[in-house]
């Protein structure tokens, strides 16, 4: 018996019905405060079991608790959170980002309290996706580190307690969804602009290196580039700029594989060259893979 089943099967249950559903198709869950989401468990949903045994006795002390499910690796289930309050409703990106592929392998709809959806998808085997928000968007994501209350639990609203119910369910077959493909369509991150450092008339590369290392994401492959430039056009040997930088670039999270290849493409493009002589071509820092005009050597 997989979710879809039990989703099914618990639609007019018990909470305690439900929860051995749950338990008997080896999904973990756990107990959460009765008309609410908070865990009744001490270490919350890290203590979620599908052990009949234990669910048994949590249900015989809290009959009228709700399911809480870990979400990501320990469920084999990703959630995708469209929600709708005053500030805006997520469905509308949500549809958005439907048709452009990103949400075609839905397993199963779950209308939530506030109207909003719990949107089930398989998870990745062997590749954990952690949980984020996108709050401008209204859509979060519930993978690894995160869990979500499930059918037929109940909430209370102003409109009374409600419950979270099925909503649809998938007639053909289902796929995990990429969350940060996702992530990127619905709150595309703005690129962080790279501050260079104030290079000394001749450029040094363990002051280089430094800087390189402390780059963040987003920035580091433009950065390692930048320096990179710098340093062959002081006249030092390809080879001796990759082993002056490649430590500090690996420190800021760069792969080998995307370091040696950033490091050749400013050895390609910068030019070596006499301080004071005026050279003909170059390597833009704001641009790389870019040639620039005449500029003068440092020095």
């Not at 609203?157 to 099925?166: A, F, H």
């Not at 580039?225 to 690996?250: K, S, T």
């Not at 400013?266 to 170059?282: D, E, F, L, N, W």
Request: glycine share 10%.
């Amino acid at each position: 018996m997989g979710i879809a089943d039990v989703l099914l099967e618990t639609a007019q249950s018990s909470a305690r019905s439900a929860a051995l559903s749950f338990a008997g198709a080896a999904i973990p869950i756990f107990p959460c405060a009765r008309d609410g989401k908070q865990p009744l468990t001490h270490a919350g949903f890290h203590e979620a079991s599908s052990d009949i045994g234990q669910v048994q006795s949590w249900w015989a002390r809290w009959p009228t608790a709700n399911i809480g499910m870990p979400t990501g690796s320990a469920s084999g289930l990703d959630v995708v959170d469209i929600d709708v309050t005053a500030a805006g409703s997520g469905f509308i990106l949500y549809e958005r980002a439907r048709a452009a592929g990103l949400v075609d392998g839905e397993l199963a709809r779950v209308r939530t309290p506030s109207r909003g959806m719990h949107v089930y998808f398989p998870a990745l085997a062997g590749r954990p996706q952690r949980c984020w928000q996108a709050a401008s968007a209204h859509i979060d994501f519930r993978g690894d580190g995160g869990y979500v209350v499930v059918p037929p639990s109940m909430l209370s609203t102003p409109k009374g307690r409600v419950s979270y119910r099925l909503d649809w369910l998938s007639a053909a077959g289902s796929k995990p969804v990429d969350a940060t493909a996702l992530r990127e369509f619905l709150a595309p991150r703005q690129p962080r602009a790279v501050t260079m450092p104030e290079v000394l008339a001749w450029p040094e590369p363990k002051r280089l290196a430094k800087w390189v290392s402390k780059l963040g994401e987003g920035e580091r492959n433009r950065g390692l580039f930048w320096a990179a430039c710098r340093l062959v056009e002081a006249g030092i040997a390809p080879a001796d700029v990759e082993a002056a930088l490649a430590p500090a670039a690996q420190t800021a999270g760069l792969p080998a594989k995307e370091i040696t290849s950033t490091i050749k493409s400013a050895s390609r493009q910068a030019t070596p060259c006499t301080p004071g002589v005026p050279k003909t071509q170059g390597c833009d820092p704001a641009a790389p893979g870019q040639r620039r005009g005449d500029a003068p050597c440092l020095g």
